[in-house]
């Protein structure tokens, strides 16, 4: 990514999607874009709700407001980046979860944290009080910087 001006990203002899480093980071047009070009994490949510370029997407019980990709109602999945996410005390509204390791790398640590998601990664850069294995958190991100792909 780093010496491309354009990345063709091929999938079973096909080309899966083509664009600049940044398209194809920051909007993946599938599930296999998403975790081939960096890391990601995918989890199941549904659409409930489409308004313009908006969609009302259930996850976990809660309702977020995403940019749509053109998909209909019914279910995707959402894409969040490990940095997209960011981590607080349990008792702010958002995504529960709880701490599976934790890992302080210098200038960043590195969680895993097990929610009705799934597991997910989460790399966060405040190093003062960090969490630790075992603890309960909540999971939120910024719902303009999600993508949605097909389910």
């Given at each position: 990514m780093a010496v491309s001006?354009?990345?063709?990203?091929?999938?079973?002899?096909?080309i899966a999607q083509e664009g600049t480093p940044a398209?194809?980071?920051?909007?993946p047009s599938s599930a296999?874009?998403?975790d081939f070009i960096g890391d990601a994490n995918l989890a199941t949510c549904q659409i409930k709700d489409i308004s313009g370029d908006i969609a009302t997407v259930s996850l976990d019980n809660n309702r977020f407001q995403i940019p749509n990709s053109g998909l209909t109602k019914g279910d995707a999945q959402i894409v969040l980046r490990?940095?997209?996410?960011?981590?607080?005390?349990?008792?702010?509204?958002?995504i529960k979860g709880q701490i599976?390791?934790?890992?302080?790398?210098?200038?960043e640590v590195q969680y895993t944290v097990e929610s009705p998601l799934g597991s997910l990664f989460v790399i966060s850069n405040v190093l003062d009080n960090p969490f630790a294995k075992g603890d309960t958190v909540s999971i939120q991100f910024n719902e303009n910087h999600a993508r949605l792909v097909a389910a």
């Open positions: 001006d354009r990345i063709i990203v091929m999938n079973n002899a096909e398209d194809l980071y920051e909007s296999f874009i998403a490990p940095y997209q996410l960011t981590l607080a005390k349990a008792d702010a509204p958002s599976s390791y934790a890992a302080y790398l210098g200038k």
